[in-house]
């Protein structure tokens, strides 16, 4: 399958290399590092910025057997929800979420490696009919990836199927002495657990659309044919956990943007005989995006002054009690399941006349789970105008086991359609 041509149609790479189509192949989004590879995030201030070094996942994966074969289109830094950055494999007019996703769905022996401080696994797996694994916030080493938000976005891997993702999951996994988060994971054992019982929060389908409601409906009912336990369950707090996201996300966003002054890594290319704060200024409005402006803005206003009391650490607050809705349910239950986006792929332009709000908001099956640190799994679950639609399990901590088993078991009922390769 000649790359050059697949990525002309579809916009999946920022950077590949040619490949002879044989042996077993991975790609990293953006964000992450490979020794011979540009890594800018997507962002026009890291552009040239070549390391010298390789990412822990990336020589786990080529230890593992498989070849890097590029690095996928990603919106800038991850920032946001709804990414134009790749084409939809079922559509072309309709957005992608990644280019990771895009690259999973289309290119066979293939796993796509990504990233997810903003949903950014299960959203795309979604929109493109793949299957996507957020693991636990430390099961896979970080070591190597760009930083956003640092208390999220774990990396994770996005699947054509059930038997990849298995494959390739105990390959990342482990501890790492390099990032420290990793070493307190117990160990990933896989085939030991089986999906019994299942928990769907009290009105997850609200505000939905037809499509996704009937969709996600009819795989719950699947589901109890296939002898699963459903339960309806109050979680309290879930409501109130994009807005604690957003908080946390841009605070954490805005220090690790800091890095960028246009001194030490990608860009550097400023008027260096202006005062600092000045070139400081100058050099990230001509570099930055809007939407990395608005987190840089929102973050730094969110810690002044009475402001960190009042939304800062009280959206450390709120996240505890958004975990303990989850542990809570956990406790009596092997998952719980949700849609993964509220609809189908939009096209670019029905993206552009959405409010910032609703862009976001659409993020708030996927951005929960993230929020909390815990492990979901986003797969297939039908199709509309033959555009996939997704829906989520998520479990406890470190049991990535039983989300596995849940995508099996739901992959040997359910037809996963795959896109066709148009050159």
């Given at each position: 399958m000649?790359l050059?041509?697949?990525?002309?149609?579809y916009?999946?790479?920022?950077?590949?290399?040619?490949?002879?189509?044989?042996?077993?192949t991975f790609?990293?989004s953006?964000?992450?590092?490979?020794?011979?590879f540009?890594?800018?995030?997507?962002?026009?201030?890291?552009?040239?910025?070549?390391?010298?070094y390789?990412?822990?996942?990336?020589?786990r994966?080529?230890?593992?057997?498989?070849?890097?074969?590029?690095?996928?289109?990603?919106?800038?830094?991850?920032?946001?929800?709804?990414?134009?950055a790749a084409?939809?494999?079922?559509?072309?007019e309709r957005i992608?979420?990644?280019?990771a996703?895009?690259?999973?769905?289309?290119?066979?022996?293939?796993?796509?490696?990504a990233?997810?401080?903003?949903?950014?696994i299960?959203?795309?797996?979604?929109?493109?009919?793949?299957?996507?694994?957020?693991?636990?916030?430390?099961?896979?080493?970080?070591?190597?990836?760009?930083?956003?938000?640092s208390?999220?976005?774990?990396?994770?891997?996005?699947?054509?199927?059930?038997?990849?993702?298995?494959?390739?999951?105990?390959?990342?996994?482990?501890?790492?002495v390099?990032?420290?988060?990793?070493c307190?994971?117990?160990?990933?054992?896989?085939?030991k657990?089986?999906?019994?019982?299942?928990?769907?929060p009290?009105?997850?389908?609200?505000n939905v659309?037809?499509?996704?409601?009937?969709a996600f409906d009819?795989?719950?009912?699947?589901?109890k044919?296939?002898?699963?336990?459903i339960?309806?369950?109050?979680?309290?707090?879930?409501?109130?956990?994009?807005?604690?996201?957003?908080?946390?996300?841009?605070?954490?966003?805005?220090?690790n943007?800091?890095?960028?002054?246009?001194?030490?890594?990608?860009?550097?290319?400023?008027?260096?005989?202006?005062?600092?704060?000045?070139?400081?200024t100058?050099?990230?409005?001509?570099?930055?995006?809007?939407?990395?402006?608005?987190?840089i803005?929102?973050?730094?206003y969110?810690?002044?002054?009475?402001?960190?009391?009042?939304?800062y650490?009280?959206?450390?607050?709120i996240?505890?009690?958004v975990?303990?809705?989850h542990?809570k349910?956990?406790?009596?239950?092997?998952?719980?399941?949700?849609?993964?986006m509220?609809?189908?792929?939009?096209?670019s332009?029905?993206i552009?006349?959405?409010?910032?709000?609703?862009?976001?908001?659409?993020?708030?099956?996927?951005?929960?789970?993230?929020?909390?640190?815990?492990?979901?799994?986003?797969?297939?679950?039908?199709?509309?105008?033959?555009?996939?639609?997704?829906?989520?399990?998520?479990?406890?901590?470190?049991?990535?086991?039983v989300?596995?088993?849940a995508?099996?078991?739901?992959?040997?009922?359910?037809?996963?359609?795959?896109?066709?390769?148009?050159l």
């Amino acid at each position: 399958m000649n790359l050059a041509d697949i990525n002309k149609r579809y916009n999946i790479f920022s950077e590949f290399v040619p490949h002879d189509g044989k042996g077993f192949t991975f790609s990293l989004s953006d964000d992450m590092i490979a020794k011979g590879f540009q890594a800018t995030a997507g962002s026009m201030i890291l552009e040239g910025h070549r390391p010298v070094y390789d990412s822990t996942v990336s020589v786990r994966m080529r230890d593992a057997g498989a070849s890097l074969i590029g690095k996928t289109n990603m919106h800038e830094f991850g920032v946001g929800v709804l990414s134009v950055a790749a084409k939809n494999p079922f559509d072309i007019e309709r957005i992608c979420g990644s280019g990771a996703a895009c690259a999973a769905s289309l290119i066979d022996d293939h796993v796509a490696l990504a990233t997810s401080g903003w949903g950014g696994i299960s959203i795309p797996a979604a929109f493109c009919g793949v299957i996507g694994l957020t693991p636990t916030q430390g099961r896979v080493s970080r070591y190597g990836q760009i930083d956003n938000v640092s208390s999220m976005g774990p990396i994770g891997i996005i699947a054509p199927n059930t038997k990849i993702l298995k494959k390739y999951l105990p390959a990342i996994s482990g501890k790492d002495v390099n990032d420290p988060v990793s070493c307190s994971q117990p160990e990933l054992k896989l085939g030991k657990s089986k999906l019994k019982t299942v928990a769907v929060p009290k009105g997850i389908t609200d505000n939905v659309s037809k499509d996704v409601r009937k969709a996600f409906d009819d795989s719950v009912e699947m589901l109890k044919g296939m002898s699963v336990d459903i339960t309806y369950e109050d979680m309290p707090h879930l409501k109130y956990s994009m807005a604690a996201h957003y908080i946390l996300a841009c605070v954490e966003g805005s220090l690790n943007f800091a890095t960028y002054c246009g001194m030490r890594v990608g860009q550097q290319n400023g008027d260096m005989s202006l005062p600092f704060d000045d070139y400081f200024t100058s050099f990230r409005t001509k570099y930055f995006g809007q939407e990395i402006k608005k987190s840089i803005i929102s973050g730094t206003y969110m810690t002044l002054g009475d402001n960190r009391n009042e939304l800062y650490l009280r959206s450390l607050g709120i996240r505890q009690l958004v975990l303990d809705d989850h542990k809570k349910i956990l406790s009596k239950y092997d998952t719980i399941l949700t849609p993964s986006m509220p609809f189908i792929a939009p096209k670019s332009g029905e993206i552009e006349k959405m409010g910032y709000a609703d862009k976001y908001l659409s993020g708030r099956f996927a951005i929960p789970p993230v929020f909390c640190g815990l492990p979901s799994i986003s797969v297939p679950c039908g199709y509309s105008g033959g555009m996939p639609m997704g829906m989520q399990f998520i479990s406890s901590h470190w049991n990535e086991d039983v989300l596995i088993s849940a995508a099996e078991m739901w992959e040997n009922s359910f037809n996963i359609k795959r896109p066709e390769v148009l050159l």
